[in-house]
């Protein structure tokens, strides 16, 4: 089975998961990113899976926002230790001192938007993968839970 039109998702197809390309504006600008709805071959999502995926959509444009807000918030937290390792050759290219979180636009890409299994059907889990200009080994994500962001940090807290 290599494609599927999901009455929720819509046209997926799989690839490691359900898949397909997603439109999202953040940081003021819009960027193509991968939906994936995380399943076997077999597509059995779960109601949890369905259930997120309605209430996000449902609030996107809110939760983007506070996304974005919360990615500055852990930018502006973890910047002076990153300055400091990458030091002076590399510091104003790949971790420069923001004012906006308009100016992340320029060190982030975001990737996919995973909505993982998560056996509680009364957990709502979505995760905003991104790449990063200061960490290019561990990205960036942000992880949501029941509508509301509960962390932001290394992807591997949403993989």
């Known amino acids: 089975m290599d494609k599927i039109n999901h009455e929720v998702f819509g046209e997926l197809s799989y690839d490691y998961g359900w898949k397909r390309e997603l439109k999202v504006n953040l940081f003021g600008h819009e ?4 939906l994936d ?10 109601d949890a899976q369905v259930n997120a995926y309605q209430q996000f959509f449902k609030n996107k444009d809110i939760l983007l926002k506070s996304a974005e807000d919360a990615i500055l918030k852990y930018y ?6 990153y300055r400091q390792r990458l030091g002076v050759e ?3 290219e790949k971790a420069p001192i923001l004012t906006t979180k308009e100016e ?7 990737t996919q938007l995973i909505f993982p299994m998560v056996f509680d059907e009364d957990v709502r889990q979505v995760g905003l993968l991104l790449d990063c200009s200061w960490e290019p080994e561990h990205g960036l994500a942000v992880k949501f839970e029941n509508e509301e962001v509960v962390e932001v ?6 993989l």
């Open 104 to 110: 992340l636009a320029n060190l982030i890409i975001p």
């Open 31 to 34: 960027w193509l990113l991968i």
């Open 76 to 81: 502006l937290d973890v910047n002076d230790d």
């Open 90 to 92: 590399f510091a104003d």
């Open 37 to 46: 709805i995380d399943s076997d071959e077999d597509a059995e999502f779960e």
């Open 153 to 158: 940090g290394f992807q591997d807290i949403v």
